[in-house]
């Protein structure tokens, strides 16, 4: 059984910045690829950042240099680093282990999600 706890978010305020972690539990981790989706109100649920088993990554062209992504092997945590935010990265944000190293598939494992607010 895998259980994600994601926690950090909060209310700030566009060009603020805010660090998301992701707790896992479980013997999935290391070797499986890790990624960042969110959800705003409305909207289908989205990948923003990957990060395979041996740390490369990949982001949404809409988080591209704003976003980064990391992983501590030896904490079971993936975080994300968000800079410059705008409003329209309001949304709920999820972690998810892949099946895989690479990235490639999704596992159905979620967390409760963390809500983030850009607003002024």
């Known amino acids: 059984q895998v259980q994600l706890v994601e926690s950090g978010g909060g209310l700030v305020q566009p060009g603020g910045s805010l660090r998301l972690s992701c707790a896992a539990s479980?013997?999935?981790?290391?070797?499986?690829?890790m990624g960042w989706y969110r959800q705003a109100p409305g909207k289908q649920r989205e990948l923003v950042a990957t990060?395979?088993?041996?740390?490369?990554?990949n982001y949404a062209d809409s988080v591209k240099g704003r976003f980064t992504i990391s992983r501590d092997n030896a904490k079971n945590t993936v975080y994300l680093h968000m800079n410059s935010l705008k409003p329209e990265d309001t949304a709920v944000y999820y972690c998810?282990?892949?099946?895989?190293?690479?990235?490639?598939?999704?596992?159905?494992?979620w967390g409760q999600g963390t809500q983030v607010i850009v607003s002024s």
């Open positions: 479980g013997s999935i981790f290391s070797i499986n690829a």
């Open positions: 998810n282990p892949f099946r895989d190293g690479v990235g490639l598939y999704p596992s159905g494992y």
């Open positions: 990060i395979t088993s041996t740390g490369s990554t």
